[in-house]
């Protein structure tokens, strides 16, 4: 699907898609679609992302990812594209063990945590207001 901007759910239902079938990621990818009445024909099933990025460079489908890929590591035959739907999120939690020492080390992750996510989020709010 060439271009960019954000493509509709109802888009990709209609494409071949690719699941990552892993016990957590099954049904979290697919409630963006059933939020919206849609059943994407789900044709492949892997478990691994490094998977289901290889399938669709060699078009066999689409798939719905979690995670974006880094600009400079980005695979020939595959284009990103954002959701244009607002969906159900998931909160993000910073957990430890009961009773684990809070060292400074893990001070400095969770800071870096709330850093990166705050920074993804103003980014992301900045990319929606552009013309």
Avoid at 8 to 28: G, Q, V
Avoid at 49 to 65: D, F, I, P, T, W
Avoid at 89 to 95: F, H, N
Wanted: hydrophobic letters at 45%; glycine letters at 8%.
């Amino acid at each position: 699907m060439p271009g960019s901007g954000t493509i509709p759910l109802a888009e990709l239902a209609k494409e071949p898609f690719i699941l990552i079938d892993l016990p957590h990621s099954r049904d979290f990818l697919m409630a963006p679609f059933w939020q919206f009445g849609l059943a994407p024909e789900v044709r492949y099933r892997a478990t691994s992302m490094e998977l289901v990025r290889g399938m669709v460079a060699n078009g066999l489908g689409v798939s719905l990812l979690i995670t974006q890929g880094a600009t400079n590591t980005q695979v020939p035959g595959i284009v990103e594209r954002p959701i244009r739907e607002a969906t159900v999120r998931q909160p993000l939690v910073i957990a430890r063990a009961t009773g684990a020492v809070h060292t400074q080390a893990s001070g400095l992750v969770e800071e870096c945590v709330r850093e990166a996510v705050s920074e993804a989020l103003n980014l992301r709010a900045r990319r929606r207001r552009a013309p």
